[in-house]
């Protein structure tokens, strides 16, 4: 069984800087995908930044390229979100989740999902 478990969350100032981890329990594959999605009160879920797991491109919403990075870290199973530059609007939770066999980065093409992590960017 597969389980993502997401960390690194908070509270912090507008032009901040924060960086959000999530775990992977169980075996990756190159062609796993995995991707984070944030989350937002009345709101349809937002893609934020992908990468397939044997792959050397990374995938990201118009709204955050530029400020965030997705990387993986293969000996720890983990892949980060590297977030800066951050505005109001980032205010979300935001979600890992991961694909078998990543077809695409909508939210019905993946299996797994962590149970969140609140990021707040204050004004």
């Known amino acids: 069984q597969v389980r993502l478990r997401e960390s690194g969350g908070g509270l912090v100032q507008v032009g901040d800087s924060l960086r959000l981890s999530c775990i992977v329990s169980?075996?990756?594959?190159?062609?796993?995908?995995l991707a984070w999605f944030r989350q937002t009160p009345g709101k349809e879920g937002e893609f934020v930044a992908g990468?397939?797991?044997?792959?050397?491109?990374?995938f990201y919403a118009d709204s955050v390229k530029g400020r965030f990075t997705i990387s993986g870290d293969t000996a720890r199973n983990t892949v980060y979100l590297h977030m800066s530059n951050l505005e109001p609007e980032d205010t979300a939770i935001y979600s890992c989740?991961?694909?078998?066999?990543?077809?695409?980065?909508?939210?019905?093409?993946?299996?797994?999902w962590g149970r969140g992590a609140q990021v707040t960017v204050s004004a």
């Open positions: 989740a991961m694909a078998r066999s990543i077809a695409s980065y909508q939210r019905r093409d993946f299996d797994y």
């Open positions: 169980g075996s990756l594959l190159s062609t796993d995908g």
């Open positions: 990468l397939v797991w044997g792959g050397d491109h990374e």
